[in-house]
C-alpha cells in the first residue's frame, strides 16, 4: 500500500495548505456492494416488518388486489439482489486487497490484536485520549462488523433462504441448500422468529454503525464517510 | 391367528365384495398420489402377500388419534385396515383383556420377529423411572422399548407420538418424551397433527402394510406424501393474503366474507398438513374454513408458542410478554438511549479538551 504524501505548499498569503496522507483502502467492488448492500437491507426490513405485521386490509375485491403479493415480492427480490452482491463481496475477498478480507474474519489468536482492540475501547469509553490511526477497519470495529453484521447477515440470508423454501417446495434448491435450517428448529414457526429477531439485530447494528462512522469523521483522524464513496481514506495529521 | 393369511382373505371373510376391494385399491393409490398403476400393485399386494401384522399401543394420550382413525372417511378403509389391527393388538378397542391381551404381544413377537409394524398413540414419560404411565402393570417406556426391539417399523401417530404434544410442554413435570428419542435403532415414521386426519392414518398404514416398506419421509421424518405442503399454500382464503385482505377482529366484515386469518393468529404458515387438502370429516370442513386460524397442531411444540391469537410467537426467555418487535424496539431504544448518551459525552468531551488546547 502507497501512502501520498502532498507537499505542503505555501500560498500567496504565505498560509501553509493542510498536510494530508491518502490510503486507496475500498476498491470499487467494495463501494457498490456497500450501498446496494445498504439499499437492500432498508427494502428487506421495510417490508419485512409489513409481512410480520400486514398493513390495513384493503377494500373490494381479492381479485382487485395484490398489496401482500407485492410487498412479498419486493422482500424477495431485495433478498435475491442482497445475496448476488454477498456472493460477489465474498469473491472480492479473495481477490481483492487485504481491507476487502476485514470482515469475513477476526485474527482470534493474535495478542496484538486484542491489544489494540483494548486500547480502542478505551478511546470509545473516553479513557484513552488519542485514538491511534488505522487505515480501514480498527481492531474494535472489525470484531464488531464480524459479529454484529457478518454472522447476522449470514443468519438472515441461511432464515431467509430456508423460509423461502417452504413456498418454493421440497424438490427446489433452496431447501436442498437450507433445508438444514428445520433439523435445527422443526417448527418454521420459530425460523420465523429468528428471521425477525435477526432484523432487529441488523438494525441495531445499523445504528451503531452509522453512528460511529459519523462520529469517527469527526474525533478521528481519518475519514471515514467519503471513503465508501472514493474509496480513499484520508488521514488529519502526520503523526503516528 | 392363521399365519399364511393375506389381507384379502380377511376382508372376504368379513363379507367386504371383491368389487368394494378394488375401489378401495383405486381411492387409497389415489391419495397416496400413486396413480392408476399403483392401484393393481396394491391389489396383488393384498390379495398374495402375508398380512403384516400391527401391534398398536397407548402411552401418555388422549386417545383422539384413534376417535380420528375410526372416523375415516371412507368406511371401507377403516374397517380393513381396523380387522386387520384388532386380530393383532390394540388395547383401547380390542376384545381381548388382560393375561389374555398381553399374551399376544408375546406371541407376535416371537411369531413375526422383525416383521410387525408397532404403533404408537401417545408417548412414554421418563422421569421417575417411567412410573407415571403404567401400562399392563409396567412402565409404558419399558414396554415401548420391548416391542419395538423386534418391530419392522414404528409408527409414531399424532403429536404427542412425533413431537410431545401437551403433556410435553413447559416444564413438562413427566418429562413425556416422543418416540424417536426413546428408540434409536428402529425406522420411525411421524404422522403428526392433533389428531392426524384419518385418511392420512389409513394411507400410511395400508401404505407400509401393502409394500412392506416406509414411505419416503422428509427431514423431521413425517411422510413425503402428506407433509411437505403448508396450509397456507394450499388454503382457499389464500388470495385474500396475497391481496392484503385479513379478518382484524372476530366479528368484522373481513371475517364475514371469508378474509385471511393472518392477522388473527392462523398457524397455516408454519404448519404442514392436509388440513387444506383432505379436510375433515369426508371433506366437509376444516378449523379455517369455519373461520378460525389453524393452531398449527401438527408442528413441533405448538403449545409453547404463545397464544393461537398472535401473528408474532410469545417469546418467552424474556420473562414478560414479549415478541420479536417488543424484543428488538427495546433493544434498539436501549442502544439509541445509549448512542445519544456516547453523543453527549463526546461533544462535552470535544469542548473540554478544545479548551484546555486554547489554553495551554
Not at chain 1, 505548499?9 to 493542510?18: I, L, M, N, S, T
Not at chain 1, 480513499?232 to 495529521?237: A, E, G, P
Not at chain 2, 381411492?27 to 398420489?33: E, P, Q, R
Request: glycine share 8%.
Amino acid at each position: 500500500m502507497s501512502i501520498h504524501e502532498t507537499p505542503a505548499a505555501a500560498d500567496a498569503h504565505g498560509e501553509k495548505a493542510v498536510q494530508r496522507q491518502s490510503v486507496y483502502v475500498y476498491e470499487a467492488p467494495v463501494r457498490i456492494w456497500h450501498w446496494v448492500n445498504a439499499f437492500a437491507i432498508l427494502t428487506l426490513a421495510l417490508t419485512g416488518y409489513f409481512i410480520g405485521s400486514p398493513l390495513p386490509s384493503a377494500p373490494g375485491e381479492a381479485s382487485a388486489n395484490f398489496l401482500m403479493g407485492y410487498i412479498r415480492f419486493i422482500h424477495f427480490a431485495a433478498g435475491q439482489v442482497l445475496v448476488v452482491f454477498l456472493i460477489l463481496r465474498v469473491y472480492w475477498a479473495f481477490v481483492g486487497n487485504t481491507h476487502a478480507r476485514q470482515i469475513f474474519y477476526v485474527p482470534f489468536w493474535s495478542v496484538h490484536f486484542w491489544k489494540e482492540w483494548l486500547h480502542e475501547v478505551l478511546w470509545y469509553t473516553f479513557l484513552a485520549r488519542q485514538p491511534t490511526k488505522y487505515v480501514g477497519h480498527n481492531p474494535l470495529a472489525r470484531s464488531t462488523m464480524f459479529l454484529l453484521f457478518t454472522l447476522p447477515l449470514s443468519f438472515m440470508v441461511s432464515t431467509g433462504f430456508a423460509l423461502y423454501s417452504e413456498g418454493a417446495g421440497r424438490d427446489s434448491w433452496e431447501y436442498a441448500l437450507f433445508g438444514w435450517m428445520f433439523s435445527i428448529w422443526p417448527n418454521s414457526q420459530d425460523i420465523h422468529s429468528h428471521h425477525h429477531l435477526g432484523m432487529w439485530v441488523v438494525l441495531v447494528f445499523t445504528m451503531v454503525h452509522i453512528y460511529v462512522a459519523v462520529r469517527d469523521d469527526i474525533m478521528s483522524r481519518q475519514s471515514i464517510i467519503s471513503s465508501m464513496i472514493s474509496g480513499v481514506q484520508l488521514f488529519k495529521d502526520g503523526e503516528g | 391367528m392363521a399365519t399364511a393369511e393375506t389381507f384379502y382373505d380377511v376382508i372376504r371373510r368379513q363379507g367386504i365384495t371383491r368389487r368394494s376391494f378394488t375401489k378401495f385399491c383405486s381411492v387409497t393409490a389415489a391419495s397416496l398420489g400413486l396413480g392408476p398403476a399403483a392401484a393393481t400393485a396394491m391389489a396383488e399386494a393384498l390379495e398374495t402377500k402375508e398380512r403384516v401384522p400391527v401391534i398398536w399401543m397407548h402411552g401418555l394420550e388422549c386417545t383422539c388419534c384413534s376417535e380420528s382413525f375410526i372416523r375415516s372417511a371412507n368406511p371401507l378403509v377403516k374397517d380393513v385396515v381396523l380387522s386387520m389391527i384388532s386380530l393383532d393388538y390394540d388395547d383401547t378397542i380390542m376384545a381381548a383383556a388382560g393375561h389374555r391381551a398381553e399374551a399376544i404381544l408375546e406371541e407376535t413377537k416371537e411369531k413375526y420377529k422383525g416383521k410387525y409394524i408397532l404403533a404408537v398413540e401417545g408417548n412414554p414419560p421418563l422421569k421417575e423411572d417411567g412410573m407415571f404411565c403404567i401400562d399392563g402393570g409396567r412402565p409404558f417406556v419399558e414396554k415401548l422399548k420391548w416391542m419395538a426391539e423386534d418391530a419392522m417399523a414404528v409408527i409414531a401417530w399424532g403429536t404427542c407420538a412425533s413431537w410431545g404434544c401437551v403433556q410435553s410442554a413447559k416444564p413438562n413435570p413427566t418429562q413425556a418424551t416422543p418416540i424417536d428419542k426413546v428408540v434409536l435403532d428402529k425406522p420411525i415414521i411421524k404422522v403428526p397433527g392433533c389428531p392426524p386426519t384419518a385418511e392420512v392414518m389409513t394411507g400410511v398404514v395400508t401404505f407400509i402394510t401393502t409394500f412392506g416398506k416406509l414411505p419416503d419421509v422428509d427431514r423431521q421424518g413425517r411422510p413425503k406424501m402428506f407433509y411437505s405442503q403448508r396450509i397456507h399454500d394450499k388454503c382457499y382464503r389464500r388470495p385474500h393474503f396475497d391481496a392484503g385482505q385479513f379478518v382484524e377482529e372476530w366479528d368484522d366484515d373481513g371475517a364475514r366474507k371469508g378474509h385471511c386469518l393472518y392477522k388473527m393468529g392462523c398457524k397455516g404458515p408454519t404448519t404442514y398438513n392436509v388440513c387444506s387438502i383432505m379436510r375433515w370429516n369426508g371433506g366437509v370442513s376444516f378449523p379455517i374454513q369455519s373461520g378460525h386460524g389453524c393452531i398449527g397442531c401438527s408442528e413441533d411444540g405448538f403449545w409453547d408458542n404463545g397464544t393461537f391469537y398472535d401473528r408474532l410467537t410469545t417469546i418467552h426467555q424474556f420473562g414478560i410478554e414479549a415478541n420479536a418487535d417488543k424484543v428488538g424496539m427495546a433493544a434498539a431504544g436501549v442502544v439509541g438511549g445509549a448512542i445519544a448518551a456516547h453523543a453527549a459525552v463526546t461533544a462535552v468531551k470535544r469542548v473540554t479538551i478544545k479548551r484546555e488546547k486554547a489554553d495551554s
